[in-house]
């Protein structure tokens, strides 16, 4: 068989392009059976292990396709899209193909609600003041503020999303410094001098 021959002439130190040209078959196809032999020590069909997944290769684009386009999607209403396509699958095995494509249900990072403009102006700022040398910034008042809800609190949201990916725009929460029943708390230092955070109970009331 051609497959021991793959074996046989890979352990005599044969790279695969020259054995894909002396047996006359594709160098992947070489490299395919050689890989096998070296894992699992045969080169037969080994039998399936499980049942067959429901979900075919074309089923499982369309899934990720739809988790990356609304990564907000409950692992609920995936199921209720596959089964609009004709595709009636436990949200359990939803669940493990995303895994399996490597998108993950995280905790969406809340991040301030951005127009088109404000990104423009601080990616501006930051290009300008690339190579600002350190006596600049340290004549920078920093200040920063946030809000904490009175009644309620701000419920978590889960999104599906890929390692590495958890700052992207469609992957957070924008959020707002203003809107009624809350506490801002808001600080600010110069250099080495720093001022205790204050408190107001208004958003746009400041101590």
């Known amino acids: 068989m051609k497959s021991k021959e793959h074996t046989r002439q890979n352990q005599s130190g044969e790279e695969y392009k020259r054995i894909s040209k002396a047996l006359d078959i594709p160098w992947n196809t070489v490299k395919t059976v050689i890989i096998k032999w070296r894992k699992y020590g045969t080169t037969v069909t080994l039998p399936r292990t499980g049942h067959p997944s429901k979900i075919d290769e074309k089923t499982r684009r369309k899934l990720v396709r739809e988790a990356t386009k609304r990564p907000t999607a409950t692992l609920k209403e995936l199921q209720e899209y596959l089964a609009s396509t004709g595709c009636v699958v436990h949200v359990t095995t939803i669940s493990c193909i995303l895994h399996m494509s490597g998108l993950w249900g995280r905790v969406a990072r809340r991040k301030p609600f951005l127009t088109k403009k404000n990104i423009q102006a601080r990616l501006h700022f930051a290009k300008t003041h690339l190579k600002s040398p350190k006596s600049m910034w340290e004549n920078v008042l920093w200040s920063d503020e946030t809000k904490v809800e009175l009644f309620g609190h701000n419920c978590k949201k889960y999104v599906w999303h890929k390692n590495n990916t958890a700052h992207h725009q469609k992957n957070t929460i924008p959020t707002v410094k203003h809107g009624g029943g809350s506490i801002m708390l808001w600080g600010w230092n110069y250099e ?16």
Not at 192 to 207: A, D, E, H, L, R
């Open 192 to 207: 080495q001098f720093q001022i205790p955070v204050n408190t107001g109970t208004k958003p746009s009331g400041f101590c």
